[in-house]
Every structure is written in C-alpha cells, then in structure tokens.
C-alpha cells in the first residue's frame, strides 16, 4: 500500500503528535548513506525504464521485473559517503550469485545464480563531498552489463572492482540513456 505521509503514529487510534512524513524525514535525509543511496539507484532506473511501482519490493530476488519479463539487478557505490573520510572510497559492487528469494512465491531457488538478465552499476562518480547531491542525476553514471557477460567472465566471484568492471566493456550511459542501455544489454 502506497502511503502519503499524512498518516499519524497513533496509540489505538488515538493520533500522536508526529506522523510518517516526520519518520520519512528522520529516517532518509541522508541520501549519501550506503544503503539509501542504493534504493536512490534502484528508484531512479525504475524511473529511467519508466516503471513506477507502488511500493519497494524488499528481499526479491531481483530489484526490478518489467512486465516484459525483463529483470534488472542494481548496484551502487560511490566516493563519498556519509561519515567523516580521509580519502575517496574504492569503487567497488557485490556480483554475488546468491539463493534468491521470489517475494511472490515466497521460495528460495535451489542453486546459487544471479537470477537478473542484465545489471546495471550505478556510480555516484561526484569527486565534492561539499557539493554531492545524489538527487542531481548529472552526478552519476550507469554502467550496463548483460549478466551473461558476468557469469562468462566472473564465475562465482562475489565483488567488482570498477577496474575490472570496465574491463568487461559495460556500456556507460549517463541517466537519459539508461533505459536504451538496458535494452541493448537484455538483447545480448
């Protein structure tokens, strides 16, 4: 169910003086953080590919299902983060074949696969900590792979390194590119 944020934090009924929006507000102003940033990611590629879900599936076994049949895993990394760093962080993404879990079936598959057909690395490439704005597209870039590609080349490998993930010949795109990539990447 899709929420608007007006809804109030109540004791059996009973309206308390703070609502979602308040939580929404505590809970995900910092945009930055690992795992925010992720679902920034994953967001804005539904965007691209023009889905618009009414809520996060959370735990399935592949971020994004298009009614086409199309699965799309997202990762996310950046330079910065949130807490106070001495220098960039490495740039690097979890290409884990894993068991999955369908959140529609409520099964784990039975053998450790990395169940999208193609992946999409999500960089949020800003080089300013002062000026990193993970809401300003312009600031990261796309890279799309077919995941064949990564099982050909990768294995059972957990980790990428953008080193070797270039090397694998992804195609970088920035945000208005993105859902053509992908096409591309799923005709692979």
Same mark, same amino acid.
């Given at each position: 169910m899709?929420?608007?944020?007006?809804?109030p934090?109540?004791?059996?009924?009973?309206?308390?003086?703070?609502?979602?929006?308040?939580?929404?507000?505590? /809970?995900?102003?910092d =945009?930055? #953080?690992?795992?925010? +940033?992720?679902?920034?990611?994953?967001?804005? !590629?539904l %965007?691209?590919?023009?889905?618009?879900?009414?809520?996060?599936?959370?735990?399935?076994?592949?971020?994004?299902?298009?009614?086409?049949?199309?699965?799309?895993?997202?990762?996310?990394?950046?330079?910065?983060?949130?807490?106070?760093?001495?220098?960039?962080?490495?740039?690097?993404?979890?290409?884990?074949?894993?068991?999955?879990?369908?959140?529609?079936?409520?099964?784990?598959?039975?053998?450790?696969?990395?169940?999208?057909?193609? /992946?999409?690395?999500? =960089?949020? #490439?800003?080089?300013? +900590?002062?000026?990193?704005?993970?809401?300003? !597209?312009? %600031?990261?870039?796309f890279?799309?792979?077919?995941?064949?590609?990564l099982?050909?080349?990768?294995?059972?490998?957990?980790?990428?390194?953008?080193?070797?993930?270039?090397?694998?010949?992804?195609?970088?795109?920035?945000?208005?590119?993105?859902?053509?990539?992908?096409?591309?990447?799923?005709?692979?």
């Open positions: 899709r929420r608007t944020g007006d809804e934090f109540h004791a059996d009924g009973s309206a308390l003086p703070f609502d979602l929006l308040s939580f929404w507000q505590w /809970y995900a102003s =945009l930055a #953080g690992n795992a925010l +940033r992720g679902c920034i990611a994953e967001y804005l !590629v %965007q691209a590919l023009g889905v618009n879900p009414a809520v996060r599936q959370e735990w399935d076994a592949v971020d994004i299902k298009l009614t086409s049949g199309l699965t799309v895993e997202v990762k996310s990394s950046a330079y910065h983060q949130s807490w106070a760093q001495k220098m960039e962080s490495p740039i690097g993404f979890s290409i884990a074949p894993a068991l999955g879990w369908d959140a529609t079936t409520g099964e784990n598959a039975l053998k450790s696969i990395r169940p999208a057909k193609v /992946y999409v690395f999500c =960089l949020l #490439g800003h080089h300013e +900590r002062e000026t990193l704005d993970p809401l300003n !597209v312009s %600031q990261w870039t890279y799309v792979l077919a995941t064949r590609i099982d050909d080349k990768a294995g059972s490998q957990k980790k990428i390194n953008l080193a070797s993930l270039l090397r694998l010949n992804p195609e970088a795109v920035d945000y208005t590119g993105l859902k053509a990539a992908v096409a591309r990447a799923a005709a692979l």
